[in-house]
């Protein structure tokens, strides 16, 4: 079994962006919380964790390693405008970037999973935390995204 399945990344996918195309295009520009993005920007936000971590998975699994800079998430955020995009827009960008790089999480070899990634000044971790980090952010993101208050 490979991580993609073991961690149900196709279905995950799948089953948030039914929930996701729910939120409607008034909804999808206001905040979660006070002060916070909008849902939007958050949507945004995780389109640019999966290039980020797209680059950094692929560089992982064909060279054994890797090393790269972290990201400024809100200048990533207000220079793409996602607070002024399309949701359902940004939502099928979205879907489509996790399409992607679940293929690269499908093809990651059993054998690279455990090679080591640096990323700006943290500690190195293996690529299957890597992984599973994505997951488990998305899965933070994807709460705020849906929560009725």
Partial sequence: MTIYDQIGFGDHIESAYQDLRNVTEERSSTSW???GWS???????LVDSALNN???FVRAALGGSYTGPTYAQSDWVDIHGYHSMPWASLLEHWRLQNVLLGEVIRRVPESMLEA???IGDNAPVSLRFLIEDYVAHLDHHLKQLLTTT
């Fill in 33 to 35: 919380r006070e002060g």
């Fill in 39 to 45: 849902r939007r920007e958050i949507l945004g936000h």
């Fill in 54 to 56: 797209h680059q950094r």
């Fill in 116 to 118: 080591p990634c640096l």
